[in-house]
Every structure is written in structure tokens, then in C-alpha cells.
């Protein structure tokens, strides 16, 4: 089935430096990605929807200038957390479909846990 | 305003009884409904999808219902088990985009 890779699945950094989150479409081309955050205990709330070639779309509240998506091939989509603060520490997800597999549910991948000090 | 809303933020069962979890939305108008599973410090991943059209799906010992009308699905797990404890996740796709219920916490009691 399709997978999703994502890396690193553990960050620390410290407090006013950037963060480059990656993830990957191990076997099949997406032209969409999805960037989630999780805190504790709590649903994921979509940040922002990365488009392939294109800028992305991101949520209301979500700040663009400071959560850079790059969606530069079919199969990678990154965030970059720049200048983080410690209120920036979360579980970070993404995600896509394979449209080969005709209608189905999305593949995420295993999840960023950034630690910012 | 929009929402999704799973009315049990933690469910606990016996082991081999059927668990319930509902999901309730507004001012949405999903063409699908999804149910997700995930576990601690992990990705969700994928159970089942259900249309807009369709009214039930089931999937070995699980069972989804739509209802289109109400705005609700209920997601069923049949024969629970202590292995089927973990966060299930209800997810709207409007095709354009792609939102998460606020999750029910599910323990299978042996």
C-alpha cells in the first residue's frame, strides 16, 4: 500500500533557530499534502494544504511566514518552523492520497515530535 | 461555525462487548466520512471510508453508518479486544479539504 515517510521523527532545537520537517511519498505520486499539529490529547488540526508547485494554502489562524511549506517535487513536501519558540513544541503529521487507489483513505506519515528549548 | 465533534472523550469497555463512537458535525457538507485509528506517538492510520450516498459499511468487526441527515456517524467495533484500545479519529473530506473529529480515547478492558 502506499506509504508515507517522514523524518526526523524526533527534533530538538533550540529557541530561535528553524526546523526543516520532510515528508515523502515512498511509491506514489501527490500532488496534494496535508500538514497537521497535535498537541497532547487533542485532535489534529490541519495547518495547511501543500500544493505541488504551487504556493500552499494554509489555515485561518495558521501564520505562513513562520510555517514555510515547499512542495517542490510529486513526492516531497516539507515545513520549515522558522525562528521557533518554545509554544511551537508539537506533534507535527503529514499526509496524502494515492489516487491510483482510487477512492480510499489518506496515508500519514509517522509524525515529527519537535521540542523547541 | 464548523465542527466536528466526537461526544466521548474516553470510552471504556469490557472485552468482547460492542464499542460505540459517534461523530457529530455542523455546517459542513462532507462528500465522504472516514474513521481513523491512532496509537501514542504515531501517525492515524486508515480504517474505513464511507460515502455520502451510503448509508452502512462494514469492514470485518467494524461497522460504520452515515447518516447524511443527522450529521452523525457512529463507528462500531464488534467483539472488542484489549489490541483495539487507542484514539479513534472521525475525518470530514469535503474534497477540497480534509478535517479530524476531536477523538474518542477507547480502552478495552480484558
Known amino acids: 500500500g502506499a506509504v508515507v515517510s517522514q523524518h526526523p521523527s524526533r527534533v530538538i532545537c533550540k529557541s530561535g533557530t528553524s526546523v526543516k520537517i520532510e515528508c515523502r511519498s515512498l511509491?506514489?505520486?501527490?500532488?496534494?499534502m496535508f500538514w497537521y499539529r497535535q498537541f497532547p490529547k487533542k485532535s489534529l488540526m490541519l495547518m495547511a494544504t501543500?500544493?505541488?508547485?504551487?504556493?500552499?494554502?494554509?489555515e485561518q489562524g495558521v501564520e505562513k511566514d513562520k510555517f514555510l511549506i515547499n512542495h517542490a517535487s510529486l513526492t516531497l513536501s516539507t515545513l520549515t518552523v522558522t525562528s521557533a519558540h518554545p509554544e511551537d513544541s508539537s506533534f507535527y503529521i503529514c499526509?496524502?492520497?494515492?489516487?491510483?487507489?482510487?477512492?480510499?483513505?489518506?496515508?500519514f506519515g509517522s509524525g515529527t515530535r519537535l521540542t523547541v528549548v | 461555525s464548523q465542527k466536528i465533534e466526537q461526544n466521548s472523550e474516553a470510552l471504556n469497555i469490557q472485552e468482547g462487548k460492542t464499542a460505540t463512537l459517534t461523530c457529530n458535525y455542523t455546517?459542513?457538507?462532507?462528500?465522504?466520512l472516514q474513521w481513523y485509528r491512532q496509537d501514542p506517538g504515531r501517525g492515524p492510520v486508515f480504517l474505513l471510508l464511507?460515502?455520502?450516498?451510503?448509508k452502512e459499511k462494514r469492514k470485518e468487526r467494524l461497522k460504520v453508518t452515515f447518516d447524511t441527515t443527522l450529521k452523525q456517524s457512529l463507528f462500531h467495533i464488534t467483539a472488542s479486544q484489549p489490541a483495539d484500545s487507542a484514539t479513534y479519529l472521525c475525518?470530514?473530506?469535503?474534497?477540497?479539504?480534509?478535517?479530524f473529529g476531536t477523538g474518542t480515547s477507547l480502552t478495552v478492558i480484558p
Open positions: 455546517n459542513y457538507s462532507p462528500a465522504y
Open positions: 499526509s496524502a492520497r494515492d489516487s491510483r487507489a482510487g477512492l480510499g483513505g489518506y496515508t
Open positions: 475525518a470530514l473530506d469535503t474534497r477540497n479539504q480534509f478535517y
Open positions: 464511507i460515502r455520502e450516498n451510503e
Open positions: 501543500s500544493n505541488e508547485g504551487s504556493k500552499a494554502t494554509y
Open positions: 511509491d506514489f505520486q501527490a500532488t496534494t
